[in-house]
């Protein structure tokens, strides 16, 4: 199984690469999700590990239990051959309808079919009042005419 744009990257090819993983997450589709992720993919998110794209499966399905209303944008900070690392913020509430703003890193290594074979996030949660949310797009991927981290400020 192939998932291009494949390795080496180029700046255009880890903004495609990036923008690919945005729209998948921006799905919420947990195994569609895991299909980008080789058989035996790793992850550190947060202070959890996971390990499988089972696992990976059931990680996703647990988040967006709780995160509700769950809209991501990424940006490339950096790329050389089979690595990318990536910037990020998405918008969320709880079920009690707390907003809040997460931003994070993602350095990602993939596999030379383009599969990504290891995740190291770190997140960090920002309570955000209704009224300072950003993302209002309908839930899915974010249109094209949408601003990204930069523009935003973010």
Not at 40 to 69: M, P, Q
Not at 97 to 103: A, D, I, P, V
């Given at each position: 199984m192939s998932c291009p744009p494949l390795p080496p990257f180029t700046a255009e090819t880890a903004a495609q690469k990036a923008r690919l993983a945005e729209d998948a997450w921006n799905s919420r589709d947990p195994e569609r999700i895991s299909l980008a992720y080789?058989?035996?993919?790793?992850?550190?998110?947060?202070?959890?590990?996971?390990?499988?794209?089972?696992?990976?499966?059931?990680?996703?399905?647990?988040?967006?239990?709780?995160?509700?209303?769950y809209r991501l944008i990424k940006e490339v900070w950096t790329w050389n051959d089979n690595r990318i690392a990536v910037r990020f913020a998405y918008e969320w509430?709880?079920?009690?309808?707390?907003?809040?703003?997460?931003?994070g890193n993602e350095n990602w290594e993939f596999d030379e079919a383009?599969?990504?074979?290891?995740?190291v996030a770190s997140i960090n949660d920002l309570p955000i009042a209704e009224a300072d949310r950003k993302y209002h797009w309908p839930l899915g991927r974010r249109p094209d005419d949408h601003p990204g981290l930069t523009e935003l400020g973010l």
């Open positions: 080789t058989e035996d993919s790793t992850w550190r998110n947060r202070a959890e590990f996971v390990s499988g794209r089972s696992e990976i499966v059931g990680f996703l399905k647990r988040k967006w239990a709780h995160e509700l209303d509430r709880d079920d009690s309808g707390h907003w809040f703003r997460s931003y383009g599969l990504m074979r290891r995740r």
